[in-house]
């Protein structure tokens, strides 16, 4: 039995195709959501010259679409944004940054952003400066400085000395107890022969 199917769209699908477009699916994909929802069928030259005129309006705004994506990715990239979030005393934030986040604060400055779009390279979960990767396309990317900041102050001679691993965990050190060592050598310094009674 076949795994593919040949389909004709009748409407533009994401990461597909668009509306014209014969392509080669799952039959899987095809059985579960393209058929049910009318979004392809059997091609034909029939059909394939009913949808020409669809086809070139969809053409035309995929144009347009891909002309705002340029000029958006060329005012986007280098851009700084800045997220404030709740933390402990630590840097470590109470949850993390996510791609929706990030995502969203991009709408609020005028960059329309899917989440999926966002890639990180390690999970945000402390204060810190990060580098983020936009790609809206395979050949359409940016890259932004994201800095998380602290909602409150925070001791900066403490967050200098932190150190974190590759995953955003604080790296937590040992310090030696000189309190402990000083008793320890008053201990073996108080080894004097005792004397005996009269």
Known sequence: ????????????VDNLGIVGDVVNVKVGYARNYLLPFNYATTPSDELIASLAEKRAIAEQEVA???????????????????????????????GSVTQQDIANALGEVGFTVAPREVRLSTTIKRIDAFDIHIKVDSDLEADIKLW?????????????EMEFDNEGELIVKEKKDSKTEA???ADSGAGAEPTAAP
Not at 68 to 94: P, V
Not at 148 to 160: C, G, K, N, P, Q
């Open 64 to 94: 347009a679409r891909r002309a705002q994506r340029e000029e958006m990715i060329s005012k986007l990239n280098g851009q700084e944004l800045t997220l404030t979030r709740a933390c402990n005393d630590q840097g470590q934030l109470y």
């Open 148 to 160: 998380v900041v602290a909602d409150r102050e925070l001791d900066l001679e403490e967050a200098e």
């Open 1 to 12: 039995m076949a795994r593919t199917v040949k389909l004709l769209l009748t409407e533009n």
């Open 183 to 185: 008793d320890s050598g």
